[in-house]
């Protein structure tokens, strides 16, 4: 089972910037594509950001383009998202998890959700 442990989260104003950090349970990450998904209250899960294996390639959903940034520091283990330009619909339980299929529109995680990390965007 693959898990992961995200921090970062927290209450910042409209504009304001957070960076949450995907930690795995005992394993590399480097051998797995890994994506950021979200949850808000009352509505699905939706892939936000993912980033391959492969070449470090990225895909990111429309609504984030130009604010969020996803990496890997592959020494310290770690996968960020940036979120800088921090909006209301941008809140959510943000969790990681390793890319099933590909790093693209129709990302899909693998196992289990961790616990997430809350992030409140208010004005």
């Known amino acids: 089972q693959l898990e992961f442990v995200e921090s970062g989260g927290g209450s910042v104003q409209p504009g304001g910037s957070l960076r949450l950090s995907c930690s795995p349970n005992?394993?590399?990450?480097?051998?797995?594509?890994m994506g950021w998904w979200r949850q808000a209250p009352g509505k699905e899960y939706e892939g936000v950001s993912c980033?391959?294996?492969?070449?470090?390639?990225?895909y990111y959903r429309d609504s984030v383009k130009g604010r969020l940034t996803i990496s890997k520091d592959s020494p310290k283990n770690t996968v960020y998202l940036q979120m800088d330009s921090l909006m209301r619909e941008d809140e959510g339980i943000y969790y990681c998890?390793?890319?099933?299929?590909?790093?693209?529109?129709?990302?899909?995680?693998?196992?289990?959700w961790g616990q997430g990390t809350q992030v409140t965007v208010y004005s």
């Open positions: 998890a390793v890319v099933a299929s590909g790093c693209n529109e129709r990302m899909a995680a693998s196992g289990s």
């Open positions: 005992g394993f590399h990450l480097g051998a797995y594509s």
């Open positions: 980033i391959n294996n492969i070449n470090d390639g990225t």
